[in-house]
């Protein structure tokens, strides 16, 4: 080797240095130990065909079981929904234009049932009159005062537990039992309201008309009341505190905090107590029944509708005529809320 050869690399194990030409006179690679090795052909083989598989893949096919299974789930429910709901429904508007007393020939009578229902039934104008006396009692003293109910025990009051469960208690009670129980306090010769009160003339609390639908829509507000409460308190648990701190920071009272912070974030729990109020007042039979089978100032629809399908009169297509009535009423309510709730959805 002269000087003008230079400095040679060192030799690598195999004899030749690393990156220099071999024998054959081609540069060879020498792999970089810190580099990780490249994936095999048969790997990279692999993955491209699962990729391609996964980019091709639609929906997923249902085996016999589990369509039948899926039929099952949603088939009994539609069926009991079809046979139990929507069956008497469509034949109670069907009825409702023939005359059938439940065993003869149904006779078809156009709409002679609702002309008799508004004009020549006495009974039918002071049902609707109490009814909506139903829904405005319940709604504008029963709710405001659950809500009330649940602010205060939300506030951390001493005994909070022992309030919330003697205040729920009435709800277990079906409304048949509270009109038991009204008996028992409200009757004129042996309740307990009057011997409390005394007196030579013990007040007829549910045999005097113009008392006795104040007395039995208290009772149902009792009931009621506690319903409401266990909304709005599980309503309450879930505001966010910060909302609230928030509001005190800016300088707001309890009041105006409750008022424009609390009760804005509470609005689905307002809607459900809204529908469950009409729903309670447009169904109330059992409290009116146990009184005084619903006679004597207690009339509603409902016990209209009992009276002439399964009382003495038999006029099925007359009764059904009157559940027509009721129907629209409650169709009322619930367009009425679900336009408002699509209108809410479309501004949010």
């Not at 194990?13 to 081609?26: L, M, Q």
């Not at 409401?228 to 505001?239: C, N, T």
Request: glycine fraction near 10%; hydrophobic fraction near 45%.
């Amino acid at each position: 080797m002269t000087a003008a050869d230079g400095p040679r690399p060192p030799a690598t194990a195999t004899g030749s240095p690393p990156g220099d030409h071999g024998h054959d006179g081609e540069r060879r690679a020498v792999p970089n130990p810190r580099t990780p090795a490249a994936p095999d052909a048969r790997v990279q083989g692999v993955l491209r065909t699962r990729v391609r598989r996964a980019g091709r893949r639609g929906p997923r096919k249902y085996t016999r079981r589990d369509l039948a299974v899926l039929g099952l789930l949603l088939g009994i429910p539609i069926l009991l929904d079809l046979a139990l709901i929507w069956g008497p429904t469509l034949a109670s508007v069907g009825l409702s234009f023939t005359d059938w007393d439940g065993i003869g020939d149904i006779r078809w009578a156009g709409l002679k049932n609702y002309d008799n229902l508004f004009t020549n039934y006495p009974q039918f104008w002071p049902a609707v009159r109490h009814n909506l006396l139903w829904l405005v009692f319940l709604g504008f003293l029963a709710t405001p005062f659950g809500l009330l109910l649940a602010v205060l025990i939300d506030r951390g009051v001493r005994f909070s537990r022992f309030y919330q469960s003697t205040l729920y208690m009435p709800v277990v009670l079906s409304l048949a039992v509270v009109g038991f129980i009204a008996q028992l306090i409200l009757s004129r010769d042996q309740g307990a309201l009057n011997a409390v009160l005394g007196g030579k003339n013990p007040t007829d609390w549910l045999g005097d008309p113009d008392l006795n639908i104040w007395m039995v829509m208290l009772a149902a507000c009792w009931r009621h009341t506690g319903y409401v409460m266990i909304l709005y308190l599980a309503g309450l648990k879930s505001v966010d505190p910060s909302l609230k701190e928030a509001a005190a920071i800016d300088g707001a009272s309890d009041r105006q905090s409750f008022f424009r912070v609390v009760l804005p974030t509470l609005r689905p729990v307002n809607v459900i107590v809204g529908v469950i109020t009409v729903i309670e007042s447009l169904r109330a039979f059992d409290i009116v029944y146990a009184v005084n089978k619903g006679r004597n100032g207690l009339e509603l629809l409902s016990v209209l509708v009992t009276d002439n399908i399964i009382g003495e009169a038999g006029r099925i297509g007359f009764g059904s005529a009157i559940a027509v009535v009721l129907l629209l009423v409650s169709m009322g309510f619930i367009v009425t809320y679900l336009v408002q709730e699509l209108r809410g959805e479309q501004k949010r």
